[in-house]
């Protein structure tokens, strides 16, 4: 069974471009959770989409969004890119959201230069 | 709302040693409990679960139990090996209400063994 696929695996971007990350879930998983990593801040939660509504937000400028697919695929952008969006972005999929455990994928390191 | 506490790192052991990481949580509800490991460039790894209160998850010699009175969700490991180098999460999972999706984490802990 494939695991969750993040594209691309790294990034480099001018501050003001924008990027789209994409992630592909565990086949039969419906829900799909973004993070950013950084050393300061850890590990925060961004949104969760489940059948292609979004259920969860954190707490991130509306610099940052995303959308599912009827496939369960997802994508997350970021518009007007900072130099502190630079992080490693990682995409987790579970089959509820609720109480049954996520599967993270190998992550997205974002360089904004 | 929902925190998780982890024992501050970094921690040093020897292979063999026994490993303790201690991880504390406030939550409202009922929530379920993981550790997750992280190896260099990598993502995050599922190490264990537990859903209620006194569950044991258990993976790979790694224990960890579910204690709602003292809200706590220890990891341990008998015998270390250089390969258990890694950091280590904690994270609580709230069901339900507003909570979708949302695992709240520890600040991490940071683990080298040494042969």
């Known amino acids: 069974k494939a695991g969750v696929t993040q594209t691309p695996r790294y990034l480099i971007k001018t501050r003001g471009q924008q990027v789209t990350l994409s992630c592909s879930p565990i086949?039969?998983?419906?829900?799909v959770s973004w993070y950013q990593q950084t050393p300061g801040q850890g590990l925060q939660f961004l949104f969760e989409?489940?059948?292609?509504?979004?259920?969860n937000k954190g707490n991130f400028p509306g610099r940052f969004s995303g959308r599912q697919f009827s496939n369960s695929r997802s994508e997350m952008n970021v518009s007007t890119l900072e130099l502190g969006d630079s992080a490693l972005y990682l995409c987790?999929?579970?089959?509820?959201?609720?109480?049954?455990?996520?599967?993270f994928g190998q992550g997205t390191r974002l360089t904004v230069v | 709302g929902n925190s998780v506490t982890q024992m501050e790192g970094p921690v040093t052991l020897s292979e063999e040693a026994f490993l303790t990481i201690n991880c504390t949580y406030t939550?409202?509800?009922?929530?379920?409990l993981f550790w997750y490991v992280q190896y260099p460039g990598e993502g995050l790894q599922l190490l264990l679960k537990?859903?209620?209160?006194?569950d044991k998850g258990s993976n790979k010699g790694f224990e960890a139990t579910y204690r709602k009175e003292t809200t706590s969700f220890h990891l341990e490991k008998g015998s270390v090996q250089v390969s258990d180098s890694a950091v280590y999460f904690c994270?609580?999972?709230?069901?339900?209400?507003?909570?979708?999706?949302?695992?709240?984490f520890g600040q991490g802990t940071i683990l080298t063994v040494h042969p």
């Open positions: 987790a999929s579970s089959l509820d959201g609720a109480r049954t455990e996520a599967f």
């Open positions: 086949s039969g998983h419906r829900s």
């Open positions: 989409y489940f059948s292609e509504t979004q259920r």
């Open positions: 939550a409202t509800g009922y929530p379920s």
């Open positions: 537990a859903t209620k209160a006194d």
């Open positions: 994270a609580l999972l709230e069901a339900g209400g507003t909570s979708y999706g949302k695992l709240t």
